[in-house]
């Protein structure tokens, strides 16, 4: 079965610390990973998605197949980074995990 | 940006009650979907739609039905409301499937179920 699993349901950091949210993944065959994210007032959109590879607003996640995950991470986090963030996994359906909220302390 | 519109914002109804959230997008998007968030299950699949008279039911659509006879229009309607139907309702859109193409959002719908 399909499944995307965010352990932190909530992560605060400092301004300035490195960030990484995690994400693993269950599906049989080869997944297409994403990364969504809802600031506060605004609509959930794509971050980004790991077959292109890029970095998004400083954002980067890493596919590793072998341990299943695909963890977001930033090195120096940003107030504005402060935000909802869902992983989505694209197999047969959309499936996204259950979220982790981000605070990035000032 | 306003190519996908929900309404109504926020809907109080009764147990029982037939309850019907509108999607609407202007960009002409072949694939739509509704998801509910709630917490501590993130955002779930509810239905989805590839075309025009085209639905299929995700993880939860038990107690949903959606119709597609436009493709710009993407109506959820919750047959017999219960309680446990309260939550947040998300719709989305997409121009050449997921894999290929983000996901566009709508604002949402806030429905609680008294």
């Known amino acids: 079965a399909q499944r995307v699993t965010q352990p932190e349901k909530l992560l605060s950091v400092f301004k300035g610390a490195p960030v990484e949210l995690k994400c693993n993944y269950s599906?049989?065959?080869?997944?297409?990973l994403f990364w969504y994210v809802q600031y506060s007032r605004q609509r959930l959109q794509l971050l980004l998605r790991?077959?292109s590879r890029e970095s998004i607003k400083g954002f980067t996640a890493d596919l590793n197949k072998g341990e299943t995950s695909f963890h977001l991470k930033k090195p120096f986090a940003q107030e504005e980074d402060s935000a909802m963030y869902y992983c989505?996994?694209?197999?047969?359906?959309?499936?996204f995990g259950t979220g982790t909220s981000l605070t990035v302390i000032p | 940006d306003a190519g996908i519109t929900q309404s109504p914002r926020y809907k109080i109804t009764e147990t029982g009650r037939q309850v019907t959230l509108m999607c609407h997008q202007t960009?002409?998007?072949?694939?739509m979907f509704w998801y509910r968030q709630d917490l501590g299950h993130g955002l779930r699949l509810i239905y989805y739609?590839?075309?025009?008279?085209?639905?299929d039911k995700g993880e939860v659509s038990d107690g949903y039905v959606v119709s597609r006879s436009k493709t710009e229009n993407f109506p959820l309607t919750l047959e017999s409301a219960t309680r446990s139907q309260t939550s947040v309702y998300f719709c989305?859109?997409?121009?050449?499937?997921?894999?290929?193409?983000?996901?566009?959002f709508g604002n949402g719908t806030r429905l609680t179920v008294t």
């Open positions: 960009w002409s998007h072949s694939y």
């Open positions: 989505a996994l694209s197999g047969n359906q959309f499936y």
């Open positions: 790991h077959i």
């Open positions: 989305a859109s997409s121009d050449r499937g997921p894999n290929n193409s983000p996901l566009h």
């Open positions: 599906y049989s065959g080869s997944p297409e």
């Open positions: 739609s590839a075309a025009a008279d085209i639905t």
